[in-house]
């Protein structure tokens, strides 16, 4: 049985504050004594990537108290139960079942008396049935032509993530033959999103599909009626056009206004859904079904790394318990991801929602508050882009920033130049090997100016190419490692009351019922 | 004659210190007294804009202490020694004259045997007369076609700011019949980067501005080579699509390989170069320059504003000193940019290199160490996407993030569509006005997992809607806004010494002139 206990009342807490300050990275890096350290602080992940943790701020002593606090934190018997179906959702009184649309890692868990992880396989199985109609056109506009564009309508989790995952294999997909059809996304409320998407592409060959778990969701339901008034406007009938993914027990569920629909359920919250239904329809239509299946198994090769109880084995829980010693001991309060991959461009974004949406509370899972940090600020941008951007800040601002970069030895597209004796690829690497080095070692100089105190860490996932496993294995890891801070932190990291008051606030704005600061904005936005 | 002080010697800051935690926010905003209190903080803009900043945390005793460290820090004194031509960035011994681009503001100027406030017209005028010719199909591609297509291939602030001012005005141009052609981005040296934009553009058809002020950034020569190779790889003479913004004195000056060359100078650093010809031959290019000069326009009108002493009726310095107010005394590390305007979905990436390139430095303008928090990290999404996605932190997370929220009353496109008794456009400014109130009022609720504290500060520019007058003195809001920070807290905001070390590692790695800990990494990303 586990024990549900907060991060400050575990004894290897105390023994890891102890720590504070312990590790002087330049020291540790530099030399040839840093060449063997790179070798032996790192840990293989799925999908053919590499954990490399040697620019992080951790030794033997430090790694010795991270392994005792996962032990004590038994954050692997608590891994355990969420996905044999605890209710590891408290506040919603929900089980947390994401990781079984990849994979049964363990017993099989019965709901609404059915086999979860086999209503996941069979909404999958759907979507890739259907794509793979649409795809032989058999499934086709009202005058028999085939679809070219599917549009996403959805918001937060069903759009972040599916979005970040198409970016990141829309070139690979092209470059492999795998490429079947352009989407786009529509999210925001504001008109002009829906407005853009519309005018630039083909209608009567466009497939959309409306994601809402509830069916509720305002900025969805209102984009989904801009859509439909514009397909009629163009003499189109929307029930040939639209599908949607709902819960079985959403108003959308019952409608006949949809091509076709597919079930997601309360057990998958949206932040995590992209391995559903919510990103398998999308990506399986702009994809194929196997590229979806291939994303899929990188995710699950990356779960079963994630239940290994030795920390240096098990990439997720190591990087979770370095972060909460840099939130907690050190006393870092924002991270950065930086992928030195422009096909990651929205990745952080999707991550920033996984990230800060799951962990910045400071009510643990019982309703009780907590004494200690949470979740840190997220951001991220693509390098090389970021170093001519706000790396002046990271390498010599007030406050140091913990950084997570992403790096490949092949790119997508395979088109090449050498300029001055490397390729553009060695180019990007040599500028990531470049800027983990510059931060944990900087470099003395007499000008203030020019001097870089180093010691500030990173760590880089490495891998051969950003492939469909690759990029699986990549948002598995992300989600397992706020999994285990959500653990260490005890809190739940799977309901989201915060965005709650916002919502009952607009409505008043909407229905003009407000008085004060209240009605004065208002007004000024002419409400 | 001004003083460059630290801002810890001012005894205005000391009086700041001590007014730590003097304003209850709830207190202050909540009933009627909080409509009083939003008509009375509030600061009109440039471009039709409003500076409401009612929800951040000031009251008469502040804005005092505020006022009191304005005069003392000799704010407005060290602007008008800015753009009357002094040595502002030391480090490098340049002038610092990216407002004259706008309008002359102070005395001429003159450097290199030039007024720079001429020079910076002239080449803007090239750079219209050269964008006409091509509009009216006098400069047209070997076979005689008209160009469709402009791509900008730069980074940083070659690539940032013109890519987030386009996207800006895309919809509007589109809607108002300003639209002439469609611009492109290349800016990473992921080789997948530029390849993707070259297979999506009609290379027979499309311009390529090549924008490095040295004329010597690798990624963009990298990227020019690239796009070079294509062009002949495809039967084309880059030397007639091919377009330079550079210094006049860089080796692509001098080079006889572009169709035209627009003149940049060292006085106008990057991230500040988006109203030069870095900004503005791609921008003129593809709305025509008489939308430029609006930009421009809107971006003057906000710096006159700038160099009012009283703060009241100075936006920008106003903005900045309750920056700092939250920085230095509340403590408060990061900050966000909130844009409910789907146009402005880059604008926080740009104004993230503005502010953190800028003043994420820990050495005052003499070279010696400052004890002061300076730069936060900044970062942003539009909303509401945001408000689906990391808004939970914001509101319950354990560290106080400021927030800048950006809205308008009207679309830009007009498409619009009344769902449950409002348009998007009325939900979206419904949306942002009940989230400044839910961050600074909060709710109470004995479930303490759905208790908001509120005292989260926000601050909002409201504008009719984002026009180029709009966009041109949010842009220059913001880089005077950093200006004045820089100025207080005595840092040279206009140099960037933090990513050179980066750059001659880089080097060394792709010279295999490496050992250790750097060696290890190359060898792990096969370099």
Known sequence: MVSWKNLDTYAAFDKLTALKGHVDLVGMLAGETGGERVKAYQSPMAGGLLFSYAAREVDEDV??????????????????????????????????????????????????GVDKREFYVSQQKKAADFAARVHAGEIVNEKGETFTTVVQIGIGGSDLGPRALYIALENWARATGNFKMEARFIS??????????????????????????????????????????????????????????????????????????????????????????????????????????????????????????????????????????????????????????????????????????????????????????TGPVLFGEPGTNGQHSFYQLLHQGSDIVPLQFVGFRQSQIGDDIVIEGSTSQQKLGANVAAQIVAFACGKKDENLNKDFKGGRPSSIIIGDQLTPEALGALLAHYENKIMFQGFLWNLNSFDQEGVQLGKVLAKRVLAHDTDGALKAFSDMLAI
């Open 188 to 373: 925001n409320v504001d008109p002009d999103d829906a407005a853009a998407v519309l005018k630039a592409v083909d209608l009567s060959r466009s497939l959309f599909i409306v994601v809402s778990k509830s069916g509720t969701t305002l900025e969805t339901l209102t984009n989904e009626s801009f859509v439909k008034n514009a397909l009629t406007a163009a003499g189109l009938d929307p029930s040939r056009h639209m599908l949607a993914v709902t819960s079985e027990t959403s108003p959308m569920a019952a409608s006949k206004d949809y091509l076709a629909a597919f079930f997601m359920d309360d057990y998958i919250g949206g932040r995590y859904s992209s391995v559903s239904a919510v990103g398998g329809a999308v990506l399986s239509l702009a994809f194929g079904p196997e590229v979806f299946a291939r994303i899929l198994e990188g995710a699950a090769d990356e779960d079963s790394l994630a239940t290994n109880r030795d920390i240096r084995k098990n990439p997720d829980m190591l990087d979770a318990l370095i972060g909460v010693y840099e939130r907690n001991v050190q006393g870092y309060a924002a991270t950065a991801v930086l992928p030195y991959s422009q096909a990651l461009s929205r990745f952080p974004a999707h991550l920033q929602q996984c990230d800060m949406e799951s962990n910045g509370k400071t009510v643990n899972r019982f309703g009780e508050p907590v004494s200690y940090k």
């Open 63 to 112: 790694l010795e108290a991270l392994a005792a606090l996962a032990e004590e934190a038994q954050l692997i018997d608590k891994f355990e139960e969420l996905y044999n179906g605890a209710v590891i959702n408290t506040g919603e009184n929900r089980m947390v079942l994401h990781h079984l649309a990849r994979r049964q890692l363990g017993r099989p868990v019965i709901a609404d």
